[in-house]
T-cell receptor, first 112, second 116 residues
Framework: GDSVTQMEGPVTLSEEAFLTINCTYTATGYPSLFWYVQYPGEGLQLLLKATKADDKGSNKGFEATYRKETTSFHLEKGSVQVSDSAVYFCALRRQGAQKLVFGQGTRLTINP | GAGVSQSPRYKVAKRGQDVALRCDPISGHVSLFWYQQALGQGPEFLTYFQNEAQLDKSGLPSDRFFAERPEGSVSTLKIQRTQQEDSAVYLC??????????????FGPGTRLTVL
């Protein structure tokens, strides 16, 4: 079945550091890929998405590129801030389906 | 309302009790989803409605779990004879379901269920 694997957390970085959170997936066909973020005390929010191979999703300085050949959708940000501290979830939605399949989440803490 | 709302936000139940969790989707949203999020894990799909029709219930873990959306708006997730393994955060999401566009799922804050 479809699945998403994220890098183990927690991840702790200093402010202005470069961030990468790895995400790989298993799915048939061409799923859509997403990153969701959950800030402390808040609900899940869509951060960015990509719907086909080689698409790059971007938002709030975060980027992720849909790599079909490596079945990956790694999240990157060039310079993190304390306000980026949250739990990040990679997810996919199979073509023609409605439900989302999530990874286990990666907790990110940014220290000033 | 402005977003998806869920109630109660926290629920403590004794093992064997029945519970009912409510979701109010964004007004006008056609699709409604329930997910279960265990501690330290990602959300897992439970069931999906399009208006009042339950189109997919493949994620419901047992016949103790039942969901309904009788008028195509508010939804209730009911868990009968709760067990300790049912302890989790239950998330509701809704989407517009407009043809030809990507339909973002908007999530509510969740109901944290603790079964003692």
């Amino acid at each position: 079945g479809d699945s998403v694997t994220q890098m183990e957390g927690p991840v702790t970085l200093s402010e202005e550091a470069f961030l990468t959170i790895n995400c790989t997936y298993t799915a048939t066909g061409y799923p859509s890929l997403f990153w969701y973020v959950q800030y402390p005390g808040e609900g899940l929010q869509l951060l960015l998405k990509a719907t086909k191979a080689d698409d790059k999703g971007s938002n709030k300085g975060f980027e992720a590129t849909y790599r079909k050949e490596t079945t990956s959708f790694h999240l990157e940000k060039g310079s993190v801030q304390v306000s980026d501290s949250a739990v990040y979830f990679c997810a996919l939605r199979r073509q023609g389906a409605q439900k989302l399949v999530f990874g286990q989440g990666t907790r990110l803490t940014i220290n000033p | 309302g402005a977003g998806v709302s869920q109630s109660p936000r926290y629920k403590v139940a004794k093992r064997g009790q029945d519970v009912a969790l409510r979701c109010d989707p964004i007004s006008g949203h056609v699709s409604l989803f329930w997910y279960q999020q265990a501690l330290g894990q990602g959300p897992e799909f439970l069931t999906y409605f399009q208006n009042e029709a339950q189109l997919d219930k493949s994620g419901l873990p047992s016949d103790r779990f039942f969901a309904e959306r009788p008028e195509g708006s508010v939804s209730t997730l009911k868990i009968q004879r709760t067990q300790q393994e049912d302890s989790a955060v239950y998330l509701c999401a809704s989407s517009l379901d407009e043809t030809g566009t990507y339909n973002e799922q908007f999530f509510g804050p969740g109901t944290r269920l603790t079964v003692l």
